[in-house]
């Protein structure tokens, strides 16, 4: 009985002192990734650079029939054009 309580209590002591352990690695292993992480990220973009700025580059023809590059079309969804024409096109749904 004693030892069963001795080993549980060295368990305890043992387990105790690999959590600490544990986190402290985990800390060391996150602090080192950051770096890594930022690092490719940024290497990541980098890459992308040139197809994002091609992409935004790319022409089209908005619902409301004006012409953009993709840029911009988050900007002129906000525009009184397409606004306009959002408002004209919901009068011809029928809400129910
Ligand atoms: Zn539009």
Redesign the pocket.
């Known amino acids: 009985m004693v030892d069963k309580v001795k080993k549980a209590e060295q368990y305890k002591k043992w387990y105790l002192k690999n959590k600490e352990k544990k986190l402290e690695k985990s800390k060391e292993h996150y602090e080192e990734n950051k770096d890594k992480r930022r690092e490719q990220q940024k290497i990541n973009y980098e890459k992308n650079k040139d197809e994002i700025k091609k992409k935004n580059r790319e022409k089209i023809i908005?619902?409301?029939g004006?012409s953009l590059t993709l840029g911009s079309l988050i900007r002129?969804?906000k525009t009184n054009?397409?606004l306009n024409?959002q408002s004209k096109n919901l009068k011809n749904y029928i809400f129910v």
């Open positions: 908005c619902e409301c004006k002129h969804k054009k397409h024409f």
